[in-house]
């Protein structure tokens, strides 16, 4: 029953932190990403579109939508030709641009800048499709083949991201929109061909990196990288998954963009599935207003080896609301996702941990629980959410255990509804999404 939430609850033994074919432009450095699906997010497909039928020929691969117009742009690599697609993935018009090459494309709230896989980037006029300017990235050694827009970027004054899949650079470089190089971002993920900044997920801001991972038909990750330290969070998607479903052995990642102006209340992350045929995709990666992120924590401003509710009584408590009792989290130094501190959550007498995030009785909409969690090897935990908290008559609505030893079970609707796997001795992302409207969760 999720017809009300207003309660996590953790009794864990956890640190615990709040958050080729020719047709197809293929890297010839592949190789395998590690991809643990009990890290995977829960994405909701917004959108699939077969891109081949649509524009009429493959080869199409950077992909961008533009909210100013509300249209998509597609292009084909290989040549000067894009496309202009209507919001309901239908075909508005095609047109030719002065340039060749385009695989990536991002947009800064005028301008489309496009990379070509050469140190400049084009920049474009949506509503009269020509040429208005360059951006040098020559500080990048091989150019830009990815690009994405950073609006938080050279002190709130913008900037692009990018790089390309030559190895053994693959790093990524953020210049200003005049060709500045800003930081160089270490990257040793080979194949890249997407690349998408978020500034709206939990605990954020995050870089979406879309890899080509050993080829077509192998899995092909969305993997997510905290932007402010450059280290990959463990948080990755298979677009072979879902999108890439009825692409079985050609599917392989193209361009990757981010909106918030498409689908009202959300998060879209796209892009283009190059392969047979080629996709024009969109997930649903967070919400936007009032459903976004309402709380995040990652403890740093908490004193090491005090407790966390006995510290902040007005976002915290316990089972028995007694902040600064045994049932109290430690802040503890021995682990840390980002930072320097996380909350240890143990259950070694006297201290039976039983911590509370009280999340405000929410009754209505889409809501999303997201945090990191570090379980060493021979400990497990435990977390639930209740619909109503009232101590030993509270009323439970879910509740995940994770045994020692790597497995878990579900009770939602019965018990043991579901299993899943989770790495020990290593932060791995849990997100749970509750539809309040529809009286359903998933995990």
Same mark, same amino acid.
């Given at each position: 029953?999720?017809?009300?939430?207003?309660?996590?609850?953790?009794?864990?033994?956890?640190?615990?932190?709040?958050?080729?074919?020719?047709?197809?432009?293929?890297?010839?450095?592949?190789?395998?990403?590690?991809?643990?699906?009990?890290?995977?997010?829960?994405?909701?497909?917004?959108?699939?579109?077969?891109?081949?039928?649509?524009?009429?020929?493959?080869?199409?691969?950077?992909?961008?939508?533009?909210?100013?117009?509300?249209?998509?742009?597609?292009?084909?690599?290989?040549?000067?030709?894009?496309?202009?697609?209507?919001?309901?993935?239908?075909?508005?018009?095609?047109?030719?641009?002065?340039?060749?090459?385009?695989?990536?494309?991002?947009?800064?709230?005028?301008?489309?800048?496009?990379?070509?896989?050469?140190?400049?980037?084009?920049?474009?006029?949506?509503?009269?499709?020509?040429?208005?300017?360059?951006?040098?990235?020559?500080?990048?050694?091989?150019?830009?083949?990815?690009?994405?827009?950073?609006?938080? @970027?050279?002190?709130?004054?913008?900037?692009?991201?990018?790089?390309?899949?030559?190895?053994?650079?693959?790093?990524?470089?953020?210049?200003?929109?005049?060709?500045?190089?800003?930081?160089?971002?270490?990257?040793?993920?080979?194949?890249?061909?997407?690349?998408?900044?978020?500034?709206?997920?939990?605990?954020?801001?995050?870089?979406?990196?879309?890899?080509?991972?050993?080829?077509?038909?192998?899995?092909?990750?969305?993997?997510?990288?905290?932007?402010?330290?450059?280290?990959?969070?463990?948080?990755?998607?298979?677009?072979?998954?879902?999108?890439?479903?009825?692409?079985?052995?050609?599917?392989?990642?193209?361009?990757?963009?981010?909106?918030?102006?498409?689908?009202?209340?959300?998060?879209?992350?796209?892009?283009?599935?190059?392969?047979?045929?080629?996709?024009?995709?969109?997930?649903?990666?967070?919400?936007?207003?009032?459903?976004?992120?309402?709380?995040?924590?990652?403890?740093?401003?908490?004193?090491?080896?005090?407790?966390?509710?006995?510290?902040?009584?007005?976002?915290?408590?316990?089972?028995?609301?007694?902040?600064?009792?045994?049932?109290?989290?430690?802040?503890?130094?021995?682990?840390?996702?980002?930072?320097?501190?996380?909350?240890? %959550?143990?259950?070694?007498?006297?201290?039976?941990?039983?911590?509370?995030?009280?999340?405000?009785?929410?009754?209505?909409?889409?809501?999303?629980?997201?945090?990191?969690?570090?379980?060493?090897?021979?400990?497990? @935990?435990?977390?639930?959410?209740?619909?109503?908290?009232?101590?030993?008559?509270?009323?439970?609505?879910?509740?995940?255990?994770?045994?020692?030893?790597?497995?878990?079970? %579900?009770?939602?609707?019965?018990?043991?509804?579901?299993?899943?796997?989770?790495?020990?001795?290593?932060?791995?992302?849990?997100?749970?999404?509750?539809?309040?409207?529809?009286?359903?969760?998933?995990?």
């Amino acid at each position: 029953m999720f017809k009300k939430i207003i309660t996590l609850l953790f009794v864990l033994t956890w640190c615990f932190t709040l958050s080729a074919q020719d047709f197809m432009d293929v890297s010839p450095t592949l190789k395998p990403v590690n991809h643990d699906p009990a890290l995977e997010a829960t994405w909701d497909v917004q959108f699939n579109y077969d891109a081949t039928v649509i524009t009429g020929a493959a080869g199409n691969a950077g992909a961008v939508y533009i909210p100013t117009i509300n249209k998509f742009w597609t292009s084909r690599w290989a040549t000067g030709v894009a496309h202009q697609w209507n919001a309901n993935g239908t075909l508005d018009l095609e047109f030719t641009l002065p340039f060749t090459g385009t695989r990536g494309m991002c947009f800064d709230g005028q301008y489309v800048y496009h990379s070509t896989n050469t140190t400049t980037v084009q920049k474009v006029d949506p509503v009269t499709r020509t040429v208005v300017g360059t951006v040098p990235v020559a500080g990048a050694p091989n150019g830009f083949r990815f690009i994405t827009y950073n609006p938080d @970027g050279n002190s709130g004054a913008g900037s692009i991201i990018g790089g390309n899949w030559t190895s053994p650079n693959l790093n990524f470089y953020e210049f200003s929109l005049t060709g500045t190089l800003l930081r160089t971002i270490t990257s040793t993920v080979t194949g890249v061909y997407g690349l998408a900044y978020d500034n709206w997920s939990p605990g954020g801001p995050f870089l979406w990196v879309w890899s080509q991972g050993a080829g077509a038909g192998t899995p092909q990750l969305i993997q997510q990288m905290n932007y402010t330290t450059g280290l990959y969070t463990g948080v990755t998607h298979d677009v072979k998954s879902d999108v890439g479903i009825g692409q079985p052995t050609s599917g392989i990642a193209g361009g990757l963009f981010i909106t918030d102006q498409l689908v009202p209340g959300f998060v879209t992350l796209g892009g283009l599935m190059q392969g047979t045929p080629d996709l024009l995709f969109g997930y649903e990666l967070t919400t936007t207003g009032g459903g976004g992120n309402t709380y995040f924590e990652n403890f740093e401003t908490f004193v090491a080896g005090q407790q966390l509710a006995c510290q902040d009584p007005t976002n915290w408590t316990t089972w028995s609301n007694a902040p600064c009792g045994n049932e109290d989290a430690l802040i503890s130094t021995n682990y840390a996702f980002s930072g320097t501190k996380s909350a240890l %959550i143990d259950w070694v007498a006297p201290r039976y941990v039983d911590l509370v995030k009280p999340l405000g009785g929410k009754t209505t909409g889409t809501w999303y629980v997201d945090f990191m969690a570090y379980i060493p090897t021979g400990k497990y @935990g435990y977390y639930n959410i209740l619909a109503d908290f009232a101590g030993a008559s509270s009323l439970w609505a879910f509740q995940a255990y994770f045994n020692a030893g790597g497995t878990g079970t %579900i009770d939602a609707g019965g018990a043991s509804a579901a299993t899943f796997t989770y790495p020990h001795d290593a932060w791995f992302a849990v997100q749970f999404k509750v539809d309040l409207d529809a009286d359903l969760a998933q995990f």
